[in-house]
């Protein structure tokens, strides 16, 4: 079995982020598995590599190391690109000129930042194609069968959605997110997909390209997300919630808050990364529930 945190490298890491990546690793480490570090920047506009740089001192700094080098995305296109060729060779999949805005519009249910896709391109004439190429460049979708996928999560159950026709390149060329992170799971062996419950979503359509480029499905754990007072995921303007923004809090400390909230140990502990290893119990998070946790109990740690 072999794990790993995949993060984007688009800003420092915020106490959610470090809290994923905690229990990614105890949930390897606890097994004396392997676990791997990737840099998801496919962005290259929103990615740098001093985010990467600070986001992998930071996991060093709570206690995580890693095998391997940290594989970066941005190295790996023609691997996203041979897998999209695979795709359209199978008549899989249809260029798409629809902007956000049009879909947003033309969504029966639209609903939340997880947008649904409604096909508008996807039968459309050669002619019709012929005249929005020349209204804008073309994304590439896959066209999806209309088949419920069910994801039974370590974490959050079972949980089935059916597959919208998901963005494989965007119009800009780059390979999309749920494209890319299905072929590098599958490239580096990953078998334990530790991540946060906003991606549950997406996983559906994951495994169907999983499926359709012949890969295997790795087991899933999606992690709740911290929130801030606002009932929001956690973001710089909530405050002290990177290391940086931590800095004179003692990282057993910090580390002890993420345990407690993950239901490892009594709230107020002060313990390191690899001491929680001795009776690491993925039934005790699950115990804790499916509830966001709000950035107030992990600071009263601190306070
Ligand atoms: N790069 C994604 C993020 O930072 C995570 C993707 C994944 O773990 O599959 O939200």
């Known amino acids: 079995m072999t794990g790993r945190f995949a993060p984007s490298p688009t800003g420092p890491l915020h106490l959610g982020n470090l809290r994923t990546a905690l229990l990614a690793w105890l949930l390897a480490r606890a097994n004396g598995e392997p676990f791997l570090v990737r840099m998801e920047d496919l962005d290259r506009v929103t990615s740098s590599v001093e985010h990467e740089r600070r986001q992998l001192a930071d996991l060093a700094a709570i206690g995580l190391d890693w095998d391997g080098p940290v594989v970066r995305q941005s190295e790996r296109f023609d691997r996203y690109h041979a897998a999209i060729d695979a795709l359209t ?51 590439l979708r896959l066209r999806a069968p209309a088949e419920p996928i069910t994801v039974e999560d370590g974490l959050a159950g079972s949980y089935t959605a ?80 990177t290391l940086e923004d931590l800095a004179g809090v003692p ?25 929680l290893l ?23 740690s601190w306070a």
Do not use: M, W
């Open 89 to 139: 060779e199978q008549g899989l999949t249809y260029e798409c000129y629809c902007t956000r805005r049009e879909i947003r519009e033309a969504a029966r249910a639209p609903h939340g930042p997880d947008l649904t896709y409604p096909g508008t391109c996807r039968d459309l004439t050669a002619a019709q194609r012929a005249a929005r190429r020349r209204e804008r460049p073309a994304a």
């Open 162 to 241: 059916v597959p919208d026709d998901v963005v494989l390149r965007r119009n800009d060329g780059v390979p999309a997110y749920n494209l890319a992170v299905v072929v590098d799971d599958a490239a580096q062996g990953v078998t334990t997909v530790v991540r946060g419950d906003d991606l549950l979503g997406s996983t559906p359509r994951q495994i169907l390209l999983q499926r359709l480029l012949g890969l295997p499905t790795p087991t899933y754990v999606h992690v709740p997300l911290v929130v801030g007072t606002d009932g929001e995921r956690l973001a710089k303007r909530h405050g002290a919630v």
């Open 251 to 275: 990282v057993e400390r910090i580390v002890g808050a993420l345990a407690a909230s993950l239901g490892l140990v009594p709230e107020g502990t002060a313990v390191t990364a690899g001491e």
């Open 278 to 300: 001795d009776d690491f119990d993925l039934a005790r998070v699950a115990a804790r529930g499916r509830s966001p946790v709000p950035l107030a109990d992990l600071q009263r």
